[in-house]
């Protein structure tokens, strides 16, 4: 059953890819976008979790090699969590922006 688990989770986070290339070349922040980077960020939060779950069952099972590779797979979560998480907040705060450049632009916008 763990190993099912580490099997998804490393899936999850090495086939998530990085939707900037497409947002580079809209040069357009859609609520899409926004929504599946949100998505991403609470399935690597989720994946996160589970490894850290994980690691303390291997732990107290007295699996130490066990222990050491959910232990590895939760730091990689972690860092795809922050990466995507700025990637989100930087995403959001463009569509804001966006958002007010049009409105300004067409009062009628909304």
Do not use: C, W
Request: no cysteine; glycine share 2%; charged share 30%.
């Amino acid at each position: 059953m763990i190993r099912i688990v580490l099997a998804v989770a490393m899936t999850i986070i090495i086939a998530v890819p990085g939707p900037a290339g497409a947002v580079l070349a809209q040069q357009r922040v859609t609520t899409s976008y926004v929504e599946e980077l949100r998505n991403k960020v609470e399935t690597q939060r989720d994946a996160y979790y589970r490894f850290e779950l994980a690691e303390k069952e291997a732990l107290e099972d007295g699996s130490a090699e066990r222990a050491a590779a959910f232990r590895d797979a939760k730091a990689k979560a972690y860092e795809a969590y922050h990466s995507l998480n700025a990637q989100l907040q930087k995403a959001q705060y463009e569509k804001r922006e966006q958002e007010k450049r049009l409105s300004e632009q067409n009062p009628d916008y909304r």
